[in-house]
């Protein structure tokens, strides 16, 4: 993943489909400590950078825009339309529109939605299990291709830049998951929950819960409600699409 060594950011999972990706990242504020140099080399990795530089000017947007989803975005999907275009013989727009950028707002939404993402072969039927899901961030953790991601607690990552759970709890959480979500396994009941849910003090059912309507309960973030109200108070909104306490049961 060339981009995500570029910019200001940590990829912590994907998943390319026959027809759109899913993209879920950390955007970092490092790029504030870069020399103006370390800003030029980045930028001239994917665009030209002029003889003649006005450095007053120039560094400081570049800078922005190393930290910006909406320019990683853009160096995504730009080489993507124009590639399809030509094969087709083609021009005009290739995407559907704009991306969707949803917030997450704790812990448990950051792994609700890695799981979702990682989980999007096998709910359209493209896969049976994790480890065949081609083209996913969860296939290159369980293949050691995984360079580019952010490392669990257990991988080469230290301190605060590594996922708070080892590789072999999320894998575990991922089959998991997908074993109950999937239509041919309804009624497949798992020997015992994974340890990790029990760690964050999320129940089995109402995970399960979450996670089967995740396209359908949250839109713009995701979050236990106090998370979502208190995001809420940021936006200076009233209410946010999301989890509501009639949703919520014993687990």
């Given at each position: 993943m060339l981009l995500a060594s570029i910019f200001a950011i940590d990829l912590i999972a994907y998943a390319v489909m026959q027809n759109h990706y899913?993209?879920?990242?950390i955007e970092e504020?490092?790029?504030?400590?870069?020399s103006d140099e370390e800003v030029c080399r980045r930028w001239g990795a994917i665009f030209t950078v002029p003889t003649e530089l006005d450095a007053s000017s120039l560094i400081p947007l570049w800078r922005e825009r190393l930290s910006s989803i909406s320019w990683f975005m853009r160096c995504v999907n730009e080489p993507i339309a124009r590639r399809s275009n030509a094969e087709d013989k083609c021009t005009g727009r290739f995407w559907e529109g704009r991306f969707k950028l949803q917030a997450l707002l704790?812990?448990?939404a950051l792994y609700k939605c890695m799981i979702y993402v990682d989980l999007n072969p096998i709910r359209a039927g493209l896969a049976?299990?994790?480890?065949?899901?081609?083209?996913?961030?969860?296939?290159?953790?369980i293949e050691g291709r995984d360079a580019h991601l952010v490392a669990f607690v257990d991988g080469a990552a230290t301190g605060g830049d590594a996922l708070p759970?080892?590789?072999?709890?999320y894998v575990e959480l991922v089959d998991w998951t997908g074993r109950l979500i999937r239509p041919d396994k309804r009624g497949?009941?798992?020997?015992?929950?994974p340890a990790f849910l029990e760690r964050i003090e999320v129940g089995e059912r109402q995970w399960m819960r979450e996670m089967k309507h995740y396209g359908t309960w949250y839109y713009r973030a995701v979050g236990s409600i106090s998370a979502l109200e208190r995001y809420?108070?940021?936006?200076?909104?009233?209410?946010l699409k999301g989890m509501s306490r009639s949703r919520l049961e014993p687990a």
């Open positions: 899913h993209v879920v990242r504020s490092r790029a504030t400590a870069w704790d812990d448990s049976l299990v994790p480890e065949h899901s081609s083209h996913t961030s969860v296939m290159a953790r759970l080892t590789k072999r709890e497949y009941v798992p020997a015992r929950t809420c108070a940021h936006l200076q909104q009233q209410w």
